[in-house]
């Protein structure tokens, strides 16, 4: 059990589940290094791996210019969803806005190489679009509806992603995680995640990382901390306390 509880008024209902670690750094990744395996592996040409990624990055670059994304992979090569080892399934590599950005070009994508005539492809057609609703039920524009919609293709998505597990065998391929669960029970709280995600406080611990990285010991808490406050003081002048009239 975590330390926090022993806190004098912390409870479990204080928490709630994050909407960029769940989904853009979690689900989301895990769907999209699948989707985008399987294309590349069946439906980009090319002799090699590498020449059909360089096809599926050529969809992905005219999709990016296309609907003006700024959040864009550096490059897309096999080592950027590929298999770690044997036991883990396909995870597309990158950061929560960038695979935030690219929900809406696997469900593009697979509208267009997918067929409704395989069941496989089918159920992969599926959950993208369901993926792709998710996100779109965020927008204020569906605030109407948002939970209903959020809620049902949550289910619909889950549903789908463990038809495809069942139709593997129960193996590696398309074997759900535990940010699964976690992804349904912030979908289906009507909690509407967009309003309390931590894109900002993530970023704002990248900048204090960065500020007190420093040579040496760094690995000292006390230390690094320390470098932090110095750094922080030396580029930002004292306050001044002026009494009032």
Same mark, same amino acid.
């Given at each position: 059990?975590?330390?926090?509880?022993?806190? &004098?008024?912390?409870?479990?209902?204080?928490?709630?589940?994050?909407?960029?670690?769940? $989904?853009?750094?979690?689900?989301?990744?895990?769907?999209?290094?699948?989707?985008?395996? !399987?294309?590349?592996? !069946?439906?980009?040409?090319?002799?090699?791996?590498?020449?059909?990624?360089?096809?599926?990055?050529?969809?992905?670059?005219? !999709? !990016?210019?296309?609907?003006?994304?700024?959040?864009?992979?550096? +490059?897309?090569? @096999?080592?950027?969803?590929?298999?770690?080892?044997?036991?883990?399934?396909?995870?597309?590599?990158?950061?929560?806005?960038?695979?935030?950005?690219?929900?809406?070009?696997? /469900?593009?994508?697979? %509208? *267009?190489?997918?067929?409704?005539?395989?069941?496989?492809?089918? $159920?992969?057609?599926? #959950? $993208?679009?369901?993926?792709?609703?998710?996100?779109? /039920?965020?927008? $204020?524009?569906?605030?109407?509806?948002?939970?209903?919609?959020?809620?049902? /293709?949550?289910? *619909?998505? #889950?549903? %789908?992603?463990? #038809?495809?597990?069942?139709?593997?065998?129960?193996?590696?391929?398309?074997?759900?995680?535990?940010?699964?669960?976690? &992804?349904?029970?912030?979908? /289906?709280?009507?909690?509407? @995640?967009?309003?309390?995600?931590?894109?900002?406080?993530?970023?704002?611990?990248?900048?204090?990382?960065?500020?007190?990285?420093?040579?040496?010991?760094?690995?000292?808490?006390?230390?690094?901390? +320390?470098?932090?406050?110095?750094?922080? *003081?030396?580029?930002?002048?004292?306050?001044?306390?002026?009494?009032?009239?």
């Amino acid at each position: 059990m975590s330390p926090l509880f022993s806190v &004098f008024g912390i409870f479990n209902y204080l928490f709630k589940c994050d909407w960029m670690h769940v $989904a853009d750094q979690g689900i989301s990744q895990d769907f999209l290094g699948h989707l985008f395996d !399987y294309l590349v592996e !069946y439906k980009m040409p090319g002799a090699t791996e590498e020449i059909r990624c360089k096809a599926m990055s050529d969809h992905m670059e005219t !999709y !990016y210019d296309a609907y003006g994304v700024e959040d864009r992979l550096k +490059k897309f090569v @096999p080592n950027t969803y590929a298999k770690e080892s044997k036991k883990s399934p396909p995870r597309l590599k990158g950061n929560a806005a960038t695979t935030r950005a690219l929900v809406p070009f696997g /469900s593009l994508m697979a %509208q *267009q190489f997918l067929s409704d005539a395989d069941p496989i492809e089918m $159920a992969m057609k599926t #959950a $993208a679009h369901h993926l792709c609703n998710c996100y779109n /039920s965020l927008h $204020a524009r569906n605030e109407a509806f948002s939970h209903a919609a959020l809620h049902n /293709s949550a289910k *619909q998505f #889950a549903i %789908q992603f463990g #038809a495809l597990w069942a139709a593997h065998g129960h193996d590696v391929l398309w074997r759900p995680k535990p940010k699964m669960h976690l &992804f349904l029970e912030l979908c /289906s709280a009507a909690t509407e @995640p967009q309003k309390f995600w931590n894109y900002r406080d993530e970023d704002f611990g990248g900048t204090i990382s960065r500020a007190c990285r420093m040579k040496g010991s760094w690995k000292r808490i006390g230390a690094f901390c +320390k470098h932090g406050l110095d750094m922080f *003081q030396m580029k930002n002048d004292a306050p001044r306390i002026v009494e009032a009239e």
